[in-house]
């Protein structure tokens, strides 16, 4: 049980975690201050863009893991976060490549 709760946990904490890397990584670009707050705070962008994202991804897995109450990890459950992951994938690599091929 504790298993199934913590699979499906992480699969949903992925999602807004996937978004908000991409929304920062165009945030970062566009606006110097919150980069330069990112190096400021933690030493180089990048690691703050690191931690950041790691934040969202544990608190929204622990979030998802608080509200499940299933018991069972169902073939329609895994096709449903199957399609979900994809879908949130593509969106987070279209938000970054049509940001970088926007500025071409």
């Known amino acids: 049980m504790e298993r199934v709760r913590l699979l499906i946990g992480a699969a949903i904490g992925y999602m807004p975690s996937a978004l908000f890397n991409a929304i920062l990584v165009v945030a970062k670009e566009t606006n110097p201050a919150l980069k330069g707050w990112l190096k400021t705070a933690f030493g180089h962008h990048w ?21 499940y109450r299933g018991s069972e990890f169902t073939d329609k459950l895994s096709l449903r976060l199957t ?16 940001f970088y091929l926007s500025a071409l």
Do not use: D, E, R, W
């Open 47 to 67: 690691i703050g863009h690191g931690v950041l994202t790691l934040l969202v991804f544990i608190i929204a897995t622990l979030i998802a893991i608080a509200l």
């Open 83 to 98: 399609i979900a992951i994809i879908i949130i994938t593509l969106a987070s690599a279209l938000i970054i490549a049509g």
